[in-house]
């Protein structure tokens, strides 16, 4: 009989509830991780809400920290017991789209390499089956904590990309639109390129105070002053070189190019629903030399491995953005409070 | 009293007249040339429309060939009586933006770079007044003719760089939409990038031919079939590298998001009027690493220099698109034909 | 008892001969290829004469076409029977440095994605065991001959490399030092970029006929002519936007940033023995703003399939590389004739 | 009769003196700035000791800070009185060079953009003639000290450029060899694009203290430990990312190269002289995927705009490498320290 685990499942809309389902069975090529740590990202808030489509009895949860508990055939180099983390991101390595460098879009499927908690079981549970382990298992550095990687697989990874993506240089003058966990790394992340004036945009006060901490030289708290507006007196008309989006609204979208030099590089993060629109003036019309791109949060060992070389050189401390501590047990009472942003959270652990 | 010329004169919307005006006068950097063969642009036909707005007195044209008549004060390097050309954009290259790379956005304005028949007068006359002459006057070499040189300034340049901004790589799937001069210029420049499936969308039979000749694969007559389910079934569901967009238009634009791999680039070249939407599924919701980038014709003296290179090396052969050829005075004749695309009409050759 | 095979054998310096070796056994994401057409490198040559060191005993080759007779455990997406090369580097696809982008060094170690007829056996054999197969495997378009993609797995690869590394873009300037298979290659792949002046150097009449059909402008026999000179002259002084280095002496080294401007870049495709100096004079000291960039041969299956895609195209034909053909059986006569360049060869068609 | 100012002028090899010169007169497109504070270069050690040629008589000096005294005909957009910097290197920014964005090669001539000091009068003078005003005239912003952006027209714009050609990315491991003023900025440059692990080498123990303030994370003494062993050793035989090359020996250019992973990036912003070789075990035979990078100190308007923003953000505080103080009428003097770096000396100021 197989063994038994607790584990988030989405049963619908709605409802995601901790369940009882069967350990996985190991296959060649991947490994079985027991979870140490794991958090709760605002796309599962999404499932949870219906607004992103998974299948009725899937586990959830993208972002683990844990210990190699078994290896499927042919995964070497690592072993047994070993303390690793996963990107929320599984690319293959090897199919074309991989070996082009678009490992986020794996299969050549938009999002194709986002498989934990949408196309795959995730990890919200006591065990996660991770696929192509050989790309994607990292060792984890002694002397970091669970919690000072728990931000690696997903929001460190897709933040600093966002920053990346825009290919901020030194000295360039940067706008973040939205501080939740991802815009806060999106600031951290254009301090570590280089940026050497960067306005932050919300509306929570303590989120501005920790984009300050992070990396911001100035912030707009959009209910008491336009952010388009200040943002441009704060450049002298001269508009930023990168605006990122961090949310995925019509309002902050266009807010980017609305404060972005002919010429700039609007870096997208956000999830965005029902209908997005390009201002034609803020667009010149398509003459401006604007580039627009988006980013799938980067995953893979490299990648992770890189991001945990951050965290160790103390370059960036995103632990404080662990707000609550929960045990799997609770993770419905998780779900709540981070679905309604209660009580300051900014992230949760959840140790199974 | 000052010597006087021809020249084509923005009246009001509706109205481009044939108008006597004084040949302007040299000031320091400057350089007078006397036009010998000039040619009207798709956006010289929104100005007539009113659809780009101009002062009303403005002589309209933007794309010179001809000799230089007189040197203003400090320009060295040149000697009246060279035939040389100047590209639609004349950028300063001394402002921060051109000196960052951004010379179509010279003055950190968008199209700031994009003088000549906009924000001072133009080429479609007798004369026209070459502003930053050291950065723009560019000598053609002897054994190339006037209209081998004309589609340089402008829809050469624009259409080339159309390609050159989809990153286009040796052995890329492209497609695009629209072979309008400028699409048949960004068909040619796939080609020379080394694009080895391109795919042209349009519904003139004349175009598609054309743009066969010009480095197409495959045509798709979108009155005759629905391109986008076309140009997915060419690269068996994988869609194209880059998706080149050349026409300005809600319907265009759409469909090269929909044709486009995950990871693709979208090369925008139209002029949009109206509103310009995103469609969201096409867009995987902003997750699919998607780059969306446009380009406003890079001018400048060593843009035109290496463009007339391509011509002189014969790897691209754009002659056939002067389909007629007018005088001067018969400009307005010239205006009615091009804007309402009579008679098979891709370009048309003025001589003063 | 294990099935033999007849295949190409490394036995010391001087000497490779045809022997019986056993048929590899296939394990875990490995295939089995029946080999249907393979050809000899120059690196090939480099082995027989002890130039480049490999174990004794080392069956050699790295460019098969052939059909996969039996696939290990968890390769799919394949089928047996199916026609398909392998790319002369077989990355996996799965480590840092593959996730990084550096495919050809794969397990970060110098030339780490070389194995076959290196660390692994080759494929002049009448079978080749293909490792990372999931990575490597490309389905031949059923249109396309052995001999035509027979160059896909190296020097196609390589030669356009070279182009790619250097960045050429349309309407550069280049020169190709040396015009061997590789040189050639990166001469068709330099037109295929955009290059619209390309001047090769070589001293073999044959080859510089060749070098023009696939895409030189201009050749220099340096034996007849100083190629520095001549490529000075040709540029009026400008020096080339791109050199590129086909055959790994100080001598052509040197030349190439003797006839680069600053600015220019180096790319190096040879490989090099004994000593290479950099001449400071031509170096700028080191002021040049020059870059140097090397670039070893891309493998992987993506990178096979595009290099199909061009033959397919019918952009740029390499059939004529081809100048002579043995069986297997014959294979050391084929290597005494590549490696003393007798009768004109360019490559040959092994065919087991 | 024209007026008279002190300036420092080179004599002959070995010979640098302060003596009477002309102030200069202002033509067109240019601007006189008199100088308020100015600063001595490792590079002016070489011209005052013969090993790089400049003409007798020259006034030296290249990194002005002053107030424009009086702009030339075409000089638009600033006013007398100002308060300026000037880039070492002062492009025209409308040549095809700048055009094409080698602004430091200006006129197509290798280091044709380094004009102060070299090609025309220097800054070690009460007064310096700027040519090219437009492109190279910067405001300094009223907050800055004179002594606060003494660093940017040279020796931080040359040491971040070292980081910036070195495309370092955010997590990556650098070496830095050589930590005089130069090296000291690269390394800063490095920490500001995010590397999270730099390694410095150096023998002055004040010179490793300084790198360790501006962003190394590990630092080694050469004369106790041999840099390339203790680097391998760090990096657990991984090499670096990046190795920036800061002095222009043969050692710490080959020692680059054998600290440098597969597909690394040497960035060598070094003054050669004598013979320059590469070791090609480390090189890989020429098949390692390497780049080498020279770097000239990046010039012009936007560039001094964007390295004083850094200074302004204070993201990196450079005031400490001014370690001494003198007088123009000093100048022979300050030469003399400098030039045998005694007494711990850094940079030195100079104000007239």
Not at 86 to 104: E, N, R, W
Not at 318 to 341: G, M, N, S, W
Request: charged fraction near 20%; include cysteine; hydrophobic fraction near 40%.
């Amino acid at each position: 009989m197989a063994k038994m685990m607790k584990a988030a499942v989405f049963i619908e809309p709605g409802r995601i509830v901790l369940d009882e389902k069967a350990v996985p069975d190991v296959g060649p090529g991947q490994a079985l991780v027991r979870v140490t740590t794991t958090t709760i990202c605002g796309t599962d808030v999404h499932i949870l809400k219906g607004e992103y489509p998974v299948d009725r009895g899937r586990i959830v949860g993208h972002e683990p920290v844990g210990v190699i508990e078994k290896l499927g055939a042919g995964v070497t180099g690592y072993r047994e017991g070993e303390r690793v983390i996963v990107g929320a991101i599984t690319p293959c390595g090897q199919c074309a789209s991989c070996l082009d460098g678009h490992q986020s879009q794996c299969g050549g499927k938009a999002m194709g390499g986002w498989r934990f908690g949408n196309t795959i079981d995730g990890c919200q549970a006591e065990y996660v089956l991770v696929p192509h382990a050989m790309a994607n298992l990292t060792t984890v550095p002694a002397q970091l904590s669970d919690e000072q990687v728990l931000m690696c697989p997903d929001i460190m990874s897709t933040g600093f990309g966002g920053a990346e993506s825009g290919q901020i240089r030194i000295g360039d003058s940067v706008a973040v639109f939205a501080q939740g966990p991802i815009g806060l790394c999106a600031t951290a992340g254009a301090k570590l390129k280089g940026a050497t004036f960067i306005v932050t945009v919300d509306s929570v006060a303590e989120r501005l105070r920790m984009s300050k901490q992070l990396g911001a030289d100035f912030t707009v708290n959009y209910k008491t002053a336009d952010p388009v507006t200040e943002i441009l007196r704060l450049t002298n008309g001269r508009g930023v070189d990168v605006a990122i989006e961090a949310l995925g609204t019509q309002q902050t979208f266009e807010s980017c190019l609305r404060v972005l030099k002919p010429g700039g590089i609007l870096s997208s993060l956000g999830v965005y629903s029902g209908k997005l629109t390009l201002p034609l003036e803020a667009f010149a019309a398509g003459l401006g030399d604007h580039t627009i791109v988006t980013t799938l949060c980067p995953g893979g060992k490299e990648r992770m491995r890189r991001l945990m070389n951050v965290v160790a050189s103390g370059r960036v401390d995103l632990k404080p953005l662990v707000t609550h501590r929960f045990k799997l047990d609770q993770i419905v009472e998780a779900y709540d409070l981070f679905a309604h942003q209660r009580d300051g959270v900014l992230k949760v652990a959840i140790t199974p």
